[in-house]
């Protein structure tokens, strides 16, 4: 589905469900907060929600989203399997439903003797066993899960497990912004009819104050009148690629972000292609 300005508002899956290319992410978005800001991206628009177990604010973001009234037939609602949760047994038993325990009270995230985060690499490493339990989830009476999917594969483990899946990942979430664009990763998708989600799209913690600052990326908001944020946003889905934006930009300021859609050809470097910047009518 395309707007007039040409850029999608949904990728089509290989299921043919539709997810949206624009998420809010909840990344780093403070308890106390983040229930106010996915209420609000709600009702700007926003029907993609990207959460993780780890962040440790899923009880509040799925308050949110409960008390928006939207149904629930109309959200995209993105959870993880955090690295200390790859046993078979644990794709079920693990609260992936907004960090809730079966009491209904946020569950405590794996810790060894320390209070350290446990990852068992092992497992990390045999994911193919922990998708075999992954799979068994979709499409089972009374289960959350539509569609599965993975994060931060690169092309080695990404063809090792479309090689042994029974159930292909939807998406393949992974870091992605102008100074970390992926192009060898993109096109490799883009290639082999998979897709992609970018996180961190305006970059990671202070890199972020260095792409914006980027005086490319200034020099063609100036000329199009819309903010650096903007054009990095309508660069990626101009890519093919999901992009989540994030509301918790520190200096930045704390706005949802929105990106508009009419479509304006420029150059961007010279390892891109015409990048097309979103004039937004309507909301999203």
């Known amino acids: 589905m395309s707007l007039s300005g040409g850029l999608p508002t949904y990728f089509k899956l290989f299921t043919g ?7 809010f992410g909840t990344w780093q978005a403070a308890k106390g907060q983040v229930g106010n800001a996915v209420a609000h991206a709600l009702r700007t628009g926003y029907r993609h929600i990207n959460c993780a177990y780890i962040y440790g604010n899923e ?62 690499y092992a497992l990390t490493e045999d994911y193919v066993t922990t998708w075999r339990a992954m799979e068994a989830l ?58 992609l989600e970018a996180y961190s799209p305006l970059g990671s913690g202070e890199r972020a104050k260095v792409i914006l600052a980027d005086p490319i990326i200034n020099e063609i908001a100036t000329k199009h009148g819309v903010g650096p944020s903007r054009i990095l946003l309508s660069w990626q889905i101009q890519r093919g690629n999901v992009v989540l934006a994030m509301d918790w930009l520190g200096s930045f300021g704390k706005k949802i972000l929105h990106i508009w859609y009419t479509s304006i050809s420029c150059n961007f470097r010279s390892n891109t292609k015409g990048l097309q910047i979103c004039s937004r009518p309507k909301h999203f």
């Open 17 to 23: 469900a539709l997810i949206p290319s624009l998420g």
């Open 138 to 195: 979709v499409g089972t009476g009374g289960s959350s899960a539509r569609h599965i999917g993975i994060s931060s594969f690169n092309i080695r483990k990404w063809k090792h497990l479309l090689s042994q899946a029974k159930v292909q990942p939807a998406v393949n979430q992974v870091e992605m912004n102008f100074h970390w664009p992926q192009h060898g990763l993109v096109q490799w998708a883009k290639e082999n009819g998979q897709l």
């Open 59 to 120: 009880a509040e973001v799925g308050a949110a989203i409960r008390d928006s009234g939207i149904p629930r037939s109309e959200l995209w609602i993105t959870g993880k399997l955090w690295n200390g949760y790859h046993r078979p047994e644990d794709g079920e038993a693990m609260p992936v439903a907004f960090g809730l325990g079966a009491d209904g009270k946020p569950g405590d995230r794996p810790k060894d003797k320390d209070g350290n985060l446990v990852v068992d």
